[in-house]
């Protein structure tokens, strides 16, 4: 059985949103661009980790050691060295140094905080541009607006106000700026595709600092080795739980390899499920999108997540190679059927397979399974342990 540790929002409900509490998860601004600053942070190229839910920093690599400082939600540490260390009943083994102490791994992002100069307006002839989040986290303020997605009413009923994280890419369609001159760009979650075509969104639309967003280049969807013959290149998924990884395959030589969470075997209460196992099988590549809002599930065994960054759906059922910024336990089983990667993979992944995409498409769907990339997943039968 896994634990769950406290999310920010539940810590808060608990702490009855005490000025300690303040610090880390600012209020949710109601007019104009009235979200207050995230707490300030140095601009700074090297690695961060981003906490993830509340958890012990220890002083050693080992649950057993003593706890030397408990964080939150959304608090920064120093990465220093990731090494190995014990975790009983897990498969990942990772441990990171900070400048707080031990941290096991998958309970923070790497990230690093790397501010922008914004664009003073669109690109002339554009209707709008795509940009990546380049900051450990931006708040995100809907300007008086009433929020629609579970995620963001979840947020702002509890008076928290919504926010984008490092590595996910948002469509920017409107700049302004307040009295004193900052800038913010509008983050219009449904737009950048060709008509008729749909990001999943529930209408939202935020406002956000500008300096948070790196507009994305051609260079960032530019094909990967494009003279390769399409049909030479294969994409095999291993979801056997000692394996959990992805290969990327042009004929017989592999060019890429990445680890993967693969589909949960265990709910939220630490029932062995099967419902959310990755689908097996010979499958193809049929829809690209720069970013996409994700949802499905129940109420207690759902999700609801927006701007989840280059996305590749091999399976007519919704399942799809993509970003993860909500976790870091990669070589894990914990997704609900994707296949979960790390930022920097999935964009490589995206890149290489088909169909190619450009950043004036934004979303590309093919005539499934015509064109696509050839993806197997496989399990093996392992004896037991």
Known sequence: MKSH?????????LAGLGTGSLALSPLLGTRGFSVPAAPQVPAAANLQGRVLNKLNVMSAPNPNASI????YEDALVDWHTELAGPMPGAINQRWVETNEGFIYSPFLQPVRNLPNTPFNAIPNGKKGFWAEVTVPFVNLDLRGAAPQAPWSKDLTSQNLAPRLYYSQVAWI??????????IFYRFNENGGRPAGMTGGSYGDIFWADASA????TLDDTSPINPDVDPAKKVIKVDITIQHQYLQCFEGNTE???CRISSGALYDAYGNQVTKWLTPLGDQTTWRKSLSIHMAGGTTGAGFDTPAISWTTFFNQAGMAIHAAFWHNDFGEPRSHGCVNVAPEDAKWI???S????????GDIVLQYPNGGTHVVVSQL????Q
């Open 5 to 13: 540790p406290l999310s920010r929002r539940d810590f808060l409900k």
């Open 68 to 71: 030397v400082k408990i964080l």
């Open 173 to 182: 369609d409107q700049i302004s700026a307040d009295s004193s001159g900052k």
């Open 213 to 216: 967003f790196r507009p994305l």
């Open 255 to 257: 060019v890429y390899f």
């Open 350 to 352: 995206f890149r290489w």
């Open 354 to 361: 088909s169909p190619n995409i450009s950043l004036d498409q």
């Open 381 to 384: 039968k392992l004896p037991t």
